[in-house]
């Protein structure tokens, strides 16, 4: 079992600031990316930004220039630094690990419980 603990989310004006961060711990042999997801009411969870174990980054369209994923490889911690935040950013975000227990494995993906984020205008 693998477990994720997220925080950092909250109420914000817009144009404000927050920083989300995420632990994982558990039965981690390997981890492919971890990254952070959000989904709005009504809508369906859509990737927001995810970082390799090489540290290569990939950003949604939407939050590039804003925000900004980094990670702490002796911790198992990835964070989200979200700035210039909007009404339209509001949503649960959720953190994911893709990780294998033992090589040679699929990669499997585990999920966080979500940290709300809403962004007021």
């Known amino acids: 079992q693998v477990q994720l603990v997220e925080s950092g989310g909250g109420l914000v004006q817009t144009g404000g600031s927050l920083r989300l961060s995420c632990t994982a711990s558990?039965?981690?042999?390997?981890?492919?990316?971890m990254g952070w997801y959000r989904q709005a009411p009504g809508k369906q969870r859509d990737l927001v930004a995810t970082i390799s174990s090489g540290g290569n980054t990939n950003y949604a369209d939407s939050v590039k220039g804003r925000f900004t994923i980094s990670k702490d490889n002796s911790k198992n911690t990835v964070y989200l630094e979200m700035n210039s935040l909007k009404p339209e950013d509001t949503a649960l975000y959720y953190c994911n690990i893709r990780h294998r227990r033992t090589s040679g494995r699929p990669w499997f993906d585990d999920w966080g419980q979500g940290t709300q984020v809403t962004v007021s205008s």
């Open positions: 558990g039965n981690i042999f390997d981890i492919n990316t």
